[in-house]
């Protein structure tokens, strides 16, 4: 059973658009959802987080919302760029397992100029 | 400051035989992470320590698969007997602490087994 979903798994938009990213979980106990971005060769790094404390987190063109009722949460970007274009995980982890990441498998967004 | 690096960035072995993984976190991190990402999806942790103890393994293969952090610094991911369905990329993370939420990932090893 796979913990973490994410969908879609391709996404394409058009310059200036906004994407959305949807994540959904099932564990109840996950309490920290982060999101990795992952370019072409690279690995990922860590683009923005949130604690279920809030339902919104931004930062610059970055927003995640989060909805604890129905397990799940969003990545919204914002004026999408084509330097935005990469593979976008979501993840979770619950504080009993401390540092235990459980990753979704990925989206793969293409942002067209 | 320096990031996690990894070494090889690349290996090619036939079914059998054994490859070692070698990973430095950053400096002061006490936790460090070992994944697995298939091509095409998430990162899946295999192990991870914190300084010299093994924190969970109930991911890693054990029949085939050990990996050691002796000194809580350096560790080592070794297979001993790879399959195909190994081919992968393994990737090295690491945190400040063991409740730190930021994990900082390596370069990655990308392994292929004909």
């Known amino acids: 059973q796979q913990q973490v979903r994410q969908s879609p798994q391709s996404l394409t938009v058009w310059e200036g658009e906004t994407a959305i990213l949807n994540c959904s979980y099932e564990d109840s106990t996950f309490d920290y959802f982060p999101w990795y971005h992952q370019f072409p060769g690279e690995s990922p790094a860590l683009l923005i987080a949130?604690?279920?404390?809030?339902n919104k987190k931004e930062d610059g063109r970055f927003t995640i919302f989060f909805n604890k009722r129905e397990k799940k949460f969003s990545l919204h970007i914002a004026d999408s760029q084509p330097g935005d274009s990469a593979t976008y995980f979501c993840?979770?982890?619950?504080?009993?397992?401390?540092?235990?990441?459980?990753f979704g498998d990925g989206t793969v967004l293409t942002v067209k100029p | 400051e320096a990031g996690v690096t990894q070494s090889p960035r690349y290996a090619v072995l036939q079914e059998g035989q054994a490859v070692s993984f070698w990973c430095d976190p950053i400096?002061?991190?006490?936790?460090l992470y070992w994944y697995q990402q298939p091509r095409d999806q998430g990162p899946q942790l295999l192990v991870y320590f914190r300084d010299e103890a093994v924190i969970d393994n109930s991911q890693l293969p054990s029949d085939r698969f050990s990996a050691v952090r002796p000194k809580g610094t350096n560790s080592t991911l070794k297979i001993q007997s790879a399959k195909q369905g190994d081919t992968a990329t393994y990737l090295c993370?690491?945190?400040?602490?063991?409740?730190?939420?930021?994990?900082?990932f390596g370069p990655g090893t990308r392994l292929l087994v004909l």
């Open positions: 993840a979770a982890s619950a504080n009993t397992n401390t540092g235990k990441l459980t």
């Open positions: 400096s002061g991190h006490d936790t």
């Open positions: 993370a690491s945190s400040l602490t063991f409740n730190q939420d930021t994990q900082y």
């Open positions: 949130i604690r279920p404390v809030s």
